[in-house]
């Protein structure tokens, strides 16, 4: 699988926006981008994920460079409850292989949230 | 639904003995992940099922584990003999594949220490 670089850390305010980044130079044309998070003592949930387009849901926004390589995981106001560690991961979902399904967890973003 | 369920949460045992752990999926999902996390290597995949059969199993450290799924909503990992260095938190997850949607639902995880 492709691999993705995250910064180890950052810092943000409550009630401000976040901005994650994520590099993935080497993706690949049938590689989807998705983001999990892992809070403090819970298993990782899904945030979000998309293919070339951006990408809107409840808990967050996902933008896409348009060479696809790099995107950003937007929360557009964080509150305490967001802080966790964040997981950048492509996974390829393209031909008929259909075992590729699961997931290959880097380091990622450990978001802090201040008062 | 209640979500991937695990069991133990917590399991403390000495070196030697056997430990099971266990997971039930959500219902109707066809897709079974076993992780391992530690601080020293993040979260790894040791196992994943497809309908019950075992996909990849390339993760597994070595012999002393083994993971079965004898239906869809049940599944075991087994290590024995323990050693102190598999103490992680283990996690399982479920996911239906539906189109590109895939998300991962990860259970709370079971806390192994071996002593």
């Known amino acids: 699988d492709a691999k993705t670089t995250q910064p180890n850390s950052m810092e943000s305010n409550e009630e401000e926006p976040v901005h994650l980044p994520c590099n993935h130079s080497?993706?690949?044309?049938?590689?989807?981008i998705h983001w999990y998070r892992q809070l403090p003592s819970q298993g990782p949930e899904y945030v979000i994920h998309?293919?070339?387009s951006n990408v809107n849901n409840r808990m967050a926004s996902l933008a896409i460079a348009e060479d696809r390589k790099s995107s950003t995981l937007i929360l557009h106001r964080a509150t305490l409850r967001d802080a966790a560690v964040y997981y950048c991961?492509?996974?390829?979902?393209?031909?008929?292989?259909?075992?590729?399904?699961?997931?290959?967890f880097g380091s990622g973003t450990r978001l802090q949230v201040q008062p | 639904d209640a979500g991937v369920i695990q069991s133990p949460r917590h399991e403390v045992t000495e070196m030697g003995q056997e430990v099971t752990l266990r997971c039930k999926p959500i219902?109707?999902?066809?897709?079974l992940f076993w992780y391992r996390q530690t601080m020293m290597r993040g979260l790894e995949l040791l196992i994943y099922?497809?309908?019950?059969?075992?996909?990849?199993d390339s993760g597994m450290p070595e012999d002393r584990f083994s993971a079965k799924m004898p239906n869809a909503s049940f599944s075991t990992l087994k290590i024995q003999p323990s050693e102190p260095r598999d103490s992680a938190v283990y996690f399982c997850?479920?996911?239906?594949?539906?189109?590109?949607?895939?998300?991962?639902?990860f259970g709370p995880g079971t806390r192994l220490t071996v002593t």
């Open positions: 997850a479920s996911s239906l594949i539906q189109g590109r949607r895939n998300e991962q639902y």
């Open positions: 080497t993706i690949s044309g049938t590689d989807y």
């Open positions: 998309g293919l070339t």
């Open positions: 991961i492509l996974r390829d979902e393209g031909g008929r292989d259909t075992g590729r399904r699961a997931l290959t």
């Open positions: 219902s109707g999902h066809d897709y």
């Open positions: 099922f497809n309908n019950n059969v075992p996909i990849d």
